[in-house]
């Protein structure tokens, strides 16, 4: 079965700056979808960004990227300028072919004005 | 276009007591996710709907949850009777149908509800 490590359960940041949270996943398929969700205090789970398996290239929305790698195994989200409203949960979660969903634990990020 | 609904968003019930959850998800959306998220974990799904049918409960707990989705729209999820390790917060998601396009199926999340028993 597919698993999802966060390795990091809390991380803080300055506002402004920049942070970068881990993920790992271990799986055997080679077609399968990456995402980061945030979380805020409401519950809400929010698409932050994806990546699919399939693309090279790394993903980016505005202040968001991310750092794939295949072989590795390895999904990784760059938060960029970090505003106080980027002050979340975070999961990572890998999607298969057939639909199953997996998250990891979670990261709490503290934005420090 | 209106998100994921769920209610109610708080309940408090006392053990041994039955308690339903209500999710009415995207217009549109053929797939529909339940999932339990524990304090300080992710997500888990309970079940997975296409449509009417319940493709995937492989992890909901038979002998005391059951859930629903009449029409292929709504669903409910029940738990008769709560036990303490129940206190959680239910997901709902919805997603399009996944025959058109698997890989790029996005899921939408409702608010959850926050189920404590005391």
């Known amino acids: 079965a597919q698993t999802v490590t966060q390795s990091q359960p809390e991380m803080s940041v300055q506002e402004a700056e920049t942070v970068t949270l881990s993920c790992t996943y271990d799986?055997?398929?080679?077609?399968?979808?990456l995402f980061w969700y945030k979380q805020p205090p409401s519950r809400q789970m929010i698409l932050v960004i994806r990546q699919e398996a399939y693309k090279q290239q790394n993903a980016t929305e505005n202040r968001f990227s991310v750092n794939f790698q295949k072989a590795a195994k390895s999904f990784s989200l760059k938060i960029s300028d970090s505003q106080l409203g980027d002050a979340a949960m975070y999961f990572c979660?890998?999607?298969?072919?057939?639909?199953?969903?997996?998250f990891g634990a979670g990261t709490r990020l503290t934005v420090k004005p | 276009e209106a998100g994921v609904v769920q209610s109610p968003r708080y309940k408090i019930i006392e053990k041994k007591q039955p308690v339903a959850f209500w999710c009415n998800p995207i217009?549109?959306?053929?797939?529909l996710y339940w999932y339990r998220q524990n304090l300080g974990q992710g997500p888990e799904l309970l079940i997975r709907y296409e449509n009417e049918e319940a493709v995937d409960d492989s992890q909901l707990p038979k002998d005391r949850f059951s859930a629903e989705r009449l029409k292929g729209v709504d669903s409910t999820l029940k738990i008769q009777p709560a036990e303490l390790g129940d206190s959680a917060v239910y997901l709902c998601?919805?997603?399009?149908?996944?025959?058109?396009?698997?890989?790029?199926?996005?899921?939408?999340f409702g608010p959850g509800t926050r189920l404590t028993v005391t």
């Open positions: 799986t055997s398929e080679s077609d399968y979808y």
């Open positions: 217009s549109g959306h053929n797939t």
């Open positions: 998601a919805s997603s399009l149908d996944p025959f058109r396009d698997t890989l790029s199926n996005e899921q939408y």
């Open positions: 979660a890998y999607r298969s072919a057939t639909n199953d969903m997996r």
